[in-house]
T-cell receptor, first 117, second 115 residues
Framework: DTGVSQNPRHKITKRGQNVTFRCDPI?????LYWYRQTLGQGPEFLTY????????KSRLLSDRFSAERPKGSFSTLEIQRTEQGDSAMYLC???????????????FGAGTRLSVL | AQSVTQLGSHVSVSEGALVLLRCNYS??????LFWYVQYPNQGLQLLLK??????LVKGINGFEAEFKKSETSFHLTKPSAHMSDAAEYFC?????????????FGAGTRLAVHP
């Protein structure tokens, strides 16, 4: 068990380009979350999956954002036509959903830092 | 709606001094509360969590927090600060949506420890 893995760790792109990030959760964790953290702020929820089903999306997730978890394992977060306001740290977390409530916790990856020039 | 307020975006203490990081929450239902720590260029690591079993919660690295319903607070303390405690600390509440799936975070408190 190597924890939640996110790639790449850093991404620099030009405005208008598309970017894709990958998250590999802890094995056996059926729930996966994406958060966005801007400078000086706490993480903000974007979306979450139970297995391959995307069950909730935040209003922060505009139509330029799309997330997938095709086989219920790794997940990707794509941002199309990036804008400077998309610059942030994108965090992925996973947890085991078998137990109710926060008896099990969310484990976070190290994040992908996106810089849009 | 649930929310979290962390009082003080920056706290500075001397090594060996008491650490007190403040967190107040707003929730219409019994909350589940968490403290996470984030070191530079790293993800969030759970320090401790409150799940209604006990009001005084002990976590890792000598940290503890006390849930006070009357004050809607969940302040984080450590009796003696260490240089390695310098990091950013986030208080979070588990929301009712989806069975306490989603975490709502405060804005964070950056702790500096000086010799």
């Amino acid at each position: 068990d190597t924890g939640v893995s996110q790639n790449p760790r850093h991404k620099i792109t030009k405005r208008g380009q598309n970017v894709t990030f990958r998250c590999d959760p802890i094995s056996e964790h059926n729930r996966l979350y994406w958060y966005r953290q801007t400078l000086g702020q706490g993480p903000e929820f974007l979306t979450y999956f139970q297995n391959e089903a995307q069950l909730e999306k935040s209003r922060l997730l505009s139509d330029r954002f799309s997330a997938e978890r095709p086989k219920g394992s790794f997940s990707t977060l794509e941002i199309q036509r990036t804008e400077q306001g998309d610059s942030a740290m994108y965090l992925c977390a996973s947890r085991l959903g078998k137990l109710a409530g926060p008896k099990n916790i969310q484990y976070f990856g190290a994040g992908t830092r996106l810089s849009v020039l | 709606a649930q929310s979290v307020t962390q009082l003080g975006s920056h706290v500075s203490v001397s090594e060996g001094a008491l650490v007190l990081l403040r967190c107040n929450y707003s929730s219409s239902v019994p909350p589940y509360l968490f403290w996470y720590v984030q070191y530079p260029n790293q993800g969030l690591q759970l320090l401790l969590k409150y799940t209604s079993a006990a009001t005084l919660v002990k976590g890792i690295n000598g940290f503890e927090a006390e849930f006070k319903k009357s004050e809607t607070s969940f302040h984080l303390t450590k009796p003696s600060a260490h240089m390695s405690d310098a990091a950013e600390y986030f208080c979070a509440v588990g929301t009712l949506s989806g069975g306490y799936n989603k975490l709502i975070f405060g804005a964070g408190t950056r702790l500096a420890v000086h010799p």
